[in-house]
Nanobody, 122 residues
Framework: QLVESGGGLVQAGDSLTLSCVAS????????EAWFRQAPGKEREFVAA????????RYADSVKDRFIISRDNAKSTVYLHMNSLKPDDTAVYYC?????????????????WGQGTQVTVSS
């Protein structure tokens, strides 16, 4: 089970950190990713980190603004979002893949959270 938190309403240019806590004993063996879905749009890849923590991958739209990280001791993955834009407004979902390699492909992730809303006002 994955549970996201940290969403909210912020202004353009602000920063926000999302958290996703996994209730598995082997969290360190899972790749974790963040996807988002804006109103009227399909869900899209945002960022991913492989199970070793050595590899990360980002969508071009968030590169240099967002950072994904993980704390295996807390079974938590984070998404640090900086310089937020109104286009970043979406429901953000956490996803997990056993021994994954930070894939950007949605279908490779078996476990999903319920999502947390991020709204960026201009």
């Amino acid at each position: 089970q994955l549970v996201e938190s940290g969403g909210g309403l912020v202004q353009a240019g602000d920063s926000l950190t999302l958290s996703c806590v996994a209730s598995v004993h082997t969290f360190s063996l899972y790749a974790e990713a963040w996807f988002r879905q804006a109103p009227g749009k399909e869900r899209e890849f945002v960022a991913a980190i492989d199970w070793t923590g050595d590899m990360t991958r980002y969508a071009d739209s968030v590169k240099d603004r967002f950072i994904i990280s993980r704390d295996n001791a807390k079974s938590t993955v984070y998404l640090h979002m900086n310089s937020l834009k109104p286009d970043d407004t979406a429901v953000y979902y956490c996803a997990g893949q056993f021994r994954g390699l930070a894939s950007s492909r949605e279908y490779e992730y078996r476990y999903w959270g319920q999502g947390t809303q991020v709204t960026v006002s201009s």
